[in-house]
Structures are given as C-alpha cells and as structure tokens.
C-alpha cells in the first residue's frame, strides 16, 4: 500500500524544547517537501530535497532543520528557535525534481503547552 | 511576484449549483496549475491541474478555466455535493523552479 505516513499525529510541546516530526514516504520519490498551514494563510513550504543528502530552505526555514539521509525519509526538527511553531505540518513528496505533481501525507498537528 | 491571489476566503453554495474559485498571478514563468482538495485534518490531495496550451480542461464535475492573457485561472465545480464541502488550495509552479506557490485557500460549504 503506497502512500506518504506521518507521524505522530498530534505532537506536543513544552517552551524551549526541539520535536521532531517524521515523514516517511514507499512511492520511490526522489523529492520531499515539508509544508506548515496556518489559518487563512495557505501552504508555506518550510524546506524541501530533491535527493538524498540535500536539502534547500524553503520561504520560512528560520528554527527549523532538517535531514535527508534515506531516500524514503525526510524528518523535520521544530527548534526552540521557532517562537510560534503551532500549525498543522504537511510532508509531500513528488516523483522527481522535473515532476511538479506532489503528493501530501495525512499532516502532523503541533501543539505548544 | 511570486504570489498566488485567490478569492474567495470562503464560499457557500446550494446543493447543485455552480461553485467558482478564482486565481490570478503575476509571474509569467508559472507554466503548471494544480488544484488541491483538503478535507479537515487531512493532507491536500491533487483535484486537477492544467498547463498554459490549452484554455480549459474538465474532469468530471470539474474544469480549469484558464486565460493567459489576464493571468487569471479558476476552478468551477458544477452541481455541487455536500461531499464537496472542503478547502480549496490553487498552487503555480514555473519549469525548473522547483516548488509550487500556493494560494490562501478557500473554504467551500454546500448546503443540502
């Protein structure tokens, strides 16, 4: 059963800590992407790699990080540094870097406490 | 310049009407269209998409509209379903670039 899987899907966390969320994906896809909604503000893409051990920042990487070390993963780190990290975070995945097609995981909910 | 504009932030319409999204953007180096569907709590999933050769392109109860010259493209969903009730994202990609550019979204309520 193909598809793009992230986990958890709620996420909780405590003021200067760092969570990571996980995107995995079995599509064969060489290119990831993370993605962070907000109410009324659309998609914003955080950061995204087109091939293993690679990654560009996206239009709002600042207190994020990321990592690429498989083809099928694609983790993103939500640091101290990102003071209002509450969103809905989306991983999304195309077949390669000439395919615009993306597809979306089901999204993992950070909340602050 | 790398904005995507959509209109509007939320839309209801009746149980088979017509429902239409609109989009418009000023780079002319967009060449691939996409529209997505989210339901709440889910990730978007590609509805349709179109590129600027062609005006128009229609899949099932839904058609791109697209006029190269104003910049503008849209999405009509004819006889709406309540199934259809979600949020609506526009996106635009230019060849090479890489990542898509999204719209704000819209909300669309049908209404039995």
């Known amino acids: 059963d193909g598809g793009i899987t992230q986990s958890p899907k709620y996420l909780f966390r405590k003021e200067g800590q760092n969570v990571t969320l996980s995107c995995e994906q079995n599509l064969n896809h060489d290119a990831m992407y993370w993605y962070r909604q907000d109410p009324g503000q659309g998609l914003r893409l955080i950061y995204y790699s087109q091939i293993v051990n690679d990654f560009q920042k996206g239009d709002i990487a600042e207190g994020y990080s990321v990592s690429r070390e498989k083809k099928e993963s694609f983790p993103l780190t939500v640091t101290s540094a990102q003071k209002n990290p509450t969103a809905f975070y989306l991983c999304?995945?195309?077949?390669?870097?000439?395919?615009?097609?993306?597809?979306f995981g089901p999204g993992t909910r950070l909340l602050v406490l | 310049q790398q904005q995507v504009k959509q209109s509007p932030q939320s839309l209801i319409v009746q149980k088979g009407g017509i429902s239409i999204i609109n989009c418009a953007y000023e780079?002319?180096?967009?060449?691939?269209f996409p529209w997505y569907q989210q339901f709440p709590g889910k990730g978007p999933a590609l509805l349709i998409a179109i590129r600027p050769d062609v005006s128009e392109k229609k899949e099932g109860r839904f058609t791109i509209s697209f006029n190269k010259s104003a910049k503008q493209f849209s999405l009509h969903i004819m006889d709406s379903q309540p199934g259809d009730s979600a949020t609506y994202f526009c996106a635009a990609s230019a060849q090479g670039a890489q990542k898509l550019v999204f719209g704000q979204g819209t909300r669309l309520t049908i209404n039995p």
């Open positions: 780079n002319t180096a967009f060449d691939y």
């Open positions: 999304a995945s195309s077949m390669s870097r000439a395919d615009e097609t993306q597809y």
